[in-house]
């Protein structure tokens, strides 16, 4: 498997899909989101609707879809062979590792993360999660909310994922009824409010037939709300990366040092969140030394304000030490700097994870050498049990980690920040991703 930074970038999209006929979209922002759901509740012919009805398929895939689907004795298109690319996933039905699809609206461009379901696959869920600013959480309606429905919501609730739909599928199989929906609805609901999980926005689907998933439903006349894409195409994002304050960690330091510009000394890097201005007092971190912003160069421009998720370049007044790793933060509003780093972590390879363990802590742009001094507990997604002193984590397995850094590093509690309050451990022997870690709580104060 291969991993990825908690907050990293997908990868690289090289082509959105938009609806024929329509004219090329103008997009003000992307929405991020991520799908899980249970074996068979329909989480990849969910996507393979939600990419067919929007238009965001081209004919060569979906003549091959067809082709394939008639090769099994299909009388129409099995749109869940548009998610599941892996043979083995193909051959059992099942997902097994994160896709990303890339599809864009008039109104949106979106990235798509299809995540698996299983929980020996808890690992790669969390992999695809960790950047969406939505989750869809599929749920037969024949059986209701199950433990894997508690224990998605839980990983949505503990990667703090802003925004969580319940799509209740297959409400064809109960006969539409608003009865059934309405008791999903309120049981997931409830153990969303206990995960502190702000909102949930739930909606009867039937992914198989379409219904309220890009076109509203003709059989569910009772459901007034949204359709999928709707939601998908109206819900609020990015707001809070410009308004918190800002954190700009250090990528590279710039010294052309040629002849017409022989003194400059710029701080490149990406604006994680927040606003940065001309004439803004900063702190640069950890070593908490204080300057002005002189300048800010965006794309080779000069500007007066740099707004997160911008990669910009930072002039200073001061001639300050500073180097790849190193935070640019609003004086007097900057994190914690600490060495010791507790947070909870999901196990991602199958060497364990033991206390003694030497290990490298990434955040952001910043690497140390650090030690694993204890593991206080390994938690149960099922129903949120802390099983103590656990001794070591394994593959899949999401726990509490204590940590002593070598070199101070400053951090945000993950509730706070998703970039600035996530970090990674290395294997420093052969840079194997061990555990991706959130500091601060976790689930229900975990």
Known sequence: M????????????????????????????????????????????????????????LADQLEAVE??????????????????????????????????????????????????????YTRNMVTGASTADLAIILVDARNGVVEQTRRHAAVGALLRVPNVVLAVNKMDLVGHRESVFARIADEFTAYAARLGIPEVTAIPISALAGDNV?????HMDWYAGPTVLDHLETVPVGSRTTEAAARFPVQYVVRPQTAGLPDYRGYAGRLDRGVLHVGDRVTVL???????????????????VARAPQS???????????????????AGAGPAVTQDVEGTVCHLTDRPLRPGDRVLV???????KAVVKDIPFRLSLDDLTQHRDPGQLVANDIGRVVVRTAEPIALDPYRDSRSTGSFLLIDPSDGTTLSAGMAGEGVGGC
């Open 362 to 368: 990434k955040h952001t742009t910043r690497t140390v």
């Open 214 to 218: 890009v076109e509203p439903s003709r």
């Open 67 to 120: 082709r394939v689907s008639r090769s099994r004795g299909r009388d129409t298109p099995d749109l869940a062979l548009l998610t599941d690319g892996l043979r083995a996933e193909r051959e059992q039905g099942i997902t097994i590792d994160v896709a990303y699809r890339y599809f864009a609206t008039s109104r949106r461009r979106f990235i798509l993360a299809d995540t698996p379901g299983h929980v020996q």
């Open 312 to 330: 910009v370049t930072l002039l200073l007044a001061d001639s300050l030490d500073i180097s790849r790793g190193d935070l640019i933060a609003p």
């Open 286 to 304: 950890p070593s908490g030394r204080t300057s002005t912003i002189t300048g800010i160069d965006v794309l080779g421009r000069a500007s007066d």
């Open 2 to 57: 291969t991993t990825t930074d908690i907050g990293a970038t997908d990868p690289a999209v090289t082509a959105f899909a938009h609806r024929p006929g329509a004219s090329a979209p103008t997009v003000v922002d992307t929405l991020r989101l991520a799908t899980a759901g249970s074996v068979d509740d329909g989480k990849s012919t969910l996507v393979g609707r939600l990419l067919h009805d929007s238009k965001s398929v």
